[in-house]
């Protein structure tokens, strides 16, 4: 190919058999066209290159190979000829055979031989580029030529500007008014003849060609081509895109709306149209992110996140100006067509395609939303795509590197445009920063970071700030100087790489672990935070049982007064008493000083014992693990525990005055039965009362605090502790009947204890009124001994009826009326005990369950109530539920037991 010159027969000799028969097929072409020696030679030297070249933009690749001799198989078939097409797939299978390492364009060549076997010679009507402009001696005017059609054939044939060829306009009349009015301001074509290169007849455009028919033949000129606007060169048109890749509309290429277009008077084919406008994409992807980019620097609101990420496209399109710079230097030099730069823009393309999804994705997200947008994009199959999300991921984590690393190492947020995932109040202060200061910004959490990292990271820093506000503790935590030089050597990029074996989150969780432990250390020893925990226990759980009694006997007489003419200096009083009489004053100094005695709000006719309520002073760094809800929940168990606890004084108070009863009910013999009745009645309440009060000691308190005692061991951090310490309160108060579920249980477990203290009331009056009794006998007993002594009479006719009508009012009127009221209240709390014993064996509960089988042990009330011996399936259970939100009178449970049968 190098021996060729100017002169085609230099090559010609030294070339081989190929290149002389394709010498001969342009000296046929151009020479039998009227063409010289100098014209055949430059089209055989640019035909040898194009058949030539290695390059395959351009030209049909191995699918298209198909597609052609698919096509020519199908007209043979069209024409009739079977056998033909059949010989033309065996020699095509034998040239792939045969020619792989020879020829290298063979897709081009069976191109050229099917346009070749399209041409149909004896219809002169249709013109063709290679004839349009050499006159036809049996026609009486000239066939028009039209080089634009020429030009842009040469052009998606890929033989550059430098191929065009251009027909002389004295030989074309037609063409010279109004064909071409529009084109004044070109320079005048060439007078010498320069017949064009075959196109590929399929790709040329219909619309610039008009044929005549029969009848006109005779009277108009043959078909003539009329263009609308000159063809441009190849160069022109790369030229354009150039300043089109820059944002910048030219002469042939406008921009409308931000969208590039084509003049459609701009004469070329549709293959060359069709890649212009391909190319414009270019510029159009270059003006989305450009315009972003200036549009965003502007806003300082963007944050560090942001312009970190707009920083890091500008970088991109750094690079981008780069191939521009080279395109325009290779444009210069006049060696770039359209092929070339389609070829050479590809991959920026993708990359600006690339840049245009991640910036419509990221819109006007900011800070851990903007990194989560960037990382969507990560997985792509292109190596080359994907480092460039990775750049800028890297970029955008810069910021939020920085910030993480002055959290987890100082405890300081410094973040001016609220981007971290970590929010403070700066307005919290105390005990209440570990609680009510720093938070979470969910909408910031990157998504390459998981939500347990999340709450590692907030505690970490929280910690230090913690030791350093709140505890006033500046030792230093172990393992810190090492923490920090690691941190220090490791890039932004390890945010997203990860949590599987990521260094840095590594690093972060041993930080995060010893920062923890530190925290543990200062609480349980400094401020010696199970002490106190185990106060709470004693004092507000009543885990001290001697104080607790003690307090009950010395309140008695003052808490039996009306709420409003309690003291609290009084109680205060009493307290002190109690401690210095029990083993409490054995406590440290510290915990008696928080011991106090607080009063409730007063309600219209409460008495103390609605009241009193002892209380802890919770300051310091404590307050932290008791704050002000945990506090109220303790109150809350200590007035349940209190009044159970009160109920058990009440009814061994009352055992204690019907057990002395006993021996007056040996001289008063109307008080037997009535003291049995009340007897039965104590015992069943008494029962009731201990058990309640097992299950609260024991399988509630106990159990808990084992439980708690248990997870604070294995706590690695004061939220674990805290944790652990909520869910024990929560246990207890839903096992105490204090949550929302038990609230009817409840109701009815203050019923019970409000016939306990009637029972109360009965068994004073009925110990109030024996005495008064036996005391009037003890005394006319001495009296007539007395006189009986003197010699006397011992007793009168008078005093005889005073002592009969004394008796009479005692045994119908006092007895009378104690029976009685005793009946009314062992049936009344037995209905209560019934429902209350249903409603627990309905629980979801299973120790309120067990509760509900201790107190029925031998099966005395299930005898009495036929809805305790039903199965409780979960349409009986979903039933009797909806029935049971008032306690059932006698009537109802009658009514209830000839419903439900035996």
């Known amino acids: 190919m190098n021996g060729v010159g100017g002169s085609g027969g230099v090559g010609r000799e030294e070339g081989s058999g190929a290149t002389v028969q394709l010498h001969k097929l342009c000296a046929h072409l151009i020479g039998g066209a009227g063409g010289g020696q100098d014209l055949v030679s430059s089209h055989y ?37 079977e056998r033909d097409a059949a010989q033309l797939t065996s020699l095509h299978t034998k040239l792939v055979s045969c020619s792989k390492d020879i020829l290298r364009n063979r897709t081009s060549i069976l191109s050229l031989l099917y346009s070749l076997s399209e041409r149909e010679p004896t219809r002169n009507l249709q013109p063709s580029p290679f004839t349009s402009s050499i006159p036809n001696s049996n026609s009486k005017q000239p066939k028009s030529y039209n080089p634009s059609s020429n030009k842009s054939s040469l052009s998606s044939s890929g033989l550059g500007s430098g191929s065009t060829f251009r027909a002389p306009l004295s030989s074309h009349p037609s063409l010279s008014t109004s064909g071409l009015s529009h084109s004044a301001s070109q320079p005048a074509l ?153 070829i050479w823009t590809r991959q920026p393309m993708a990359r600006l395609r690339l840049l245009v999804e991640v910036v419509d994705s990221v819109g006007m997200s900011r800070g851990g939303a903007l990194a989560t947008q960037l990382y969507q994009h990560l997985s792509q199959g292109d190596p080359e795509l994907r480092g460039c999300v ?3 991921l890297s970029a955008c984590c810069r910021p939020l590197y920085t910030m993480l690393l002055r959290w987890v190492l100082d405890g300081s947020l410094e973040d001016p445009h609220n981007e971290f995932f970590i929010c403070g109040e700066p307005g919290v202060q105390g005990e209440a920063i570990w609680h009510h200061k720093y938070s979470i910004r969910k909408a910031m959490i990157p998504r390459f970071l998981s939500m347990t990292w999340t709450k590692k990271i907030l505690s970490t820093g929280k910690s230090i700030n913690f030791l350093n506000s709140v505890c006033k503790d500046s030792s230093p935590v172990e393992g810190r100087a090492s923490v920090i030089s690691q941190l220090e050597m490791m890039d932004p990029a390890t945010l997203f790489r990860g949590e599987l074996d990521s260094p840095l989150l590594e690093t972060i969780g041993h930080l995060y672990r010893s920062t923890a432990r530190h925290v543990l250390d200062i609480m ?248 008064a009794e036996w005391d009037a006998r003890q005394t006319r007993d001495l009296l007539i001994n007395s006189k009986t002594k003197s010699g006397g009479y011992g007793t009168t006719e008078q005093m005889d009826q005073q002592d009969k009508d004394r008796r009479k009012v005692y045994m119908k009127t006092k007895l009378g009326s104690a029976r009685a009221q005793l009946r009314i209240v062992s049936q009344s709390y037995g209905d209560m005990v019934r429902t209350f014993l249903f409603q627990l064996t309905c629980s979801h509960d299973e120790s309120l369950q067990c509760l509900s089988f201790r107190l029925d042990f031998n099966a005395h009330y299930k005898k009495r109530d036929s809805r305790l011996s039903k199965p409780l399936t979960f349409s009986h259970r979903r039933m009797s539920m909806s029935g049971m939100s008032t306690p059932m009178t006698s009537s109802q449970m009658t009514s209830s037991q000839m419903s439900m049968g035996p």
């Not at 001799?69 to 007209?75: E, I, P, Q």
């Not at 009329?226 to 063809?231: E, G, K, M």
């Not at 000083?593 to 802890?616: A, C, K, N």
Request: charged fraction near 20%; include cysteine.
């Open 390 to 392: 990775a750049t800028l």
């Open 45 to 81: 030297k640019s035909a040898l290159q194009l058949l030539t070249s290695t390059a395959s933009h351009g030209h049909p690749g191995q699918g298209e190979e198909g597609t052609v001799l698919d096509r020519m198989v199908k007209g043979l078939a069209r024409a009739g000829r």
């Open 190 to 342: 060439s007078t010498s003849f320069h017949p064009p290169l075959p196109p590929k007849p399929r790709s040329r455009p219909s619309s610039l060609y008009s044929v005549e028919t029969d009848s006109d033949s005779r009277s108009a000129p043959l078909p003539v081509v009329r263009p609308s606007d000159p063809a441009p060169s190849e160069q022109e048109l790369v030229r354009e895109l150039v300043f089109v890749f820059q944002g910048i509309e030219g002469s042939l290429i406008t921009c409308r709306g931000g969208n590039y277009s084509l003049d459609k008077k701009v004469a070329m084919s549709a293959h060359q149209r069709s890649i212009v406008i391909k190319l414009c994409e270019v510029g159009w992807l270059y003006g989305q992110v450009h315009s972003f980019t200036e549009r965003q620097a502007g806003e300082v609101s963007y944050g560090l996140v942001g312009h970190s990420f707009v920083t890091a496209l500008r970088e991109e399109l750094t690079e981008y100006y780069r191939l521009l710079a080279a395109l325009e230097h290779s444009v210069r030099e006049g060696s770039v067509t359209l092929l070339q730069l389609g």
């Open 524 to 771: 349980f020893g400094k401020f010696q935070l199970m002490a106190h925990m185990g106060a709470l226990r004693k004092y507000m759980l009543l885990g001290q049982g001697d104080i607790m009694r003690y307090l009950l006997d010395l309140l008695e007489g003052e808490l039996s007064q009306p709420a409003t003419q309690l003291y609290p200096h009084n109680l205060a009083g009493i307290l002190e008493t109690a401690i210095r009489g029990t083993n409490t004053q054995f406590e440290q100094q510290e915990i008696l000083e928080r011991l106090d005695v607080r009063l409730l709000e007063i309600q219209p006719g409460d008495t103390g014992w609605d009241v009193f309520s002892l209380d802890y002073k919770v300051i310091g760094p404590i307050g932290v693990v008791f704050t002000p809800d945990t506090m109220t929940q303790y109150l809350m168990l200590f007035n349940t525990l209190w009044r159970a606890k009160r109920m058990e004084w009440v009814l061994s108070c009352t055992w204690k005055k019907l057990a002395s009863l006993h021996k007056m009910a040996k001289q008063i013999k109307e008080l037997a039965p009535v003291l049995h009745l009340a007897n039965l009645v104590a015992s069943e309440m008494i029962h009731f009362v201990h058990q309640l009060a097992y299950y609260i000691t024991f399988e509630v308190m106990e159990c808990g605090w084992d439980a708690l005692i248990k997870q604070i061991n294995l706590a690695e951090s004061l939220d674990e502790v805290i944790s652990a310490h909520e869910e024990f309160l929560c246990t207890l108060v839903a096992r105490a009947l204090l949550d929302d579920r038990s609230r009817e249980v409840l109701t009815q477990l203050r019923a019970i204890y409000d016939r306990i203290l009637e029972f109360q009331t009965i068994a004073n009056r009925i110990h109030d009124d024996a005495t």
